[in-house]
């Protein structure tokens, strides 16, 4: 499974951008996935992640309450719904597959990411 994050861009502070998360392959509903945020200079970070079938979900502190992760499985798509963003949120965006759900240890290459830039 192949793993391509898009739908990232500039959005105004407050803004709810959903990213989408599209996989290649026949194994997507066989997989963890996690959506990872990048910021030059810092530790690329585990924001959410959602189990295989969808029904465990786990978040970052800094964006509870305020991001949503979601997947269909018959669309080999998963999502990142983003509200209320704020300037702090501004990272690359990136989606792969978590050995488990607070797991720093992923088992797909990584692809580029979406940008996400949040003005104030």
């Known amino acids: 499974v192949q793993l391509q994050a898009f739908g990232g861009g500039l959005v105004q502070a407050g803004g709810s951008p959903r990213l989408s998360c599209v996989a290649s392959?026949?194994?997507?509903?066989?997989?963890?996935i996690g959506w990872y945020r990048q910021v030059p200079g810092k530790t690329r970070e585990l924001v959410a992640a959602i189990s295989e079938s969808g029904s465990s979900t786990r978040y970052v502190d800094s964006v509870k309450g305020r991001f949503t992760i979601s997947r269909d499985n018959a669309k080999n798509t998963a999502y990142l719904q983003m509200n209320n963003l704020k300037p702090e949120d501004t990272a690359v965006y990136l989606c792969?597959?978590?050995?488990?759900?607070?797991?720093?240890?992923?088992?797909?290459?990584w692809g580029q990411g979406t940008l996400v830039t949040v003005s104030s």
């Open positions: 392959g026949s194994r997507f509903s066989k997989n963890n």
């Open positions: 792969n597959s978590p050995w488990a759900l607070d797991s720093d240890y992923v088992s797909r290459p």
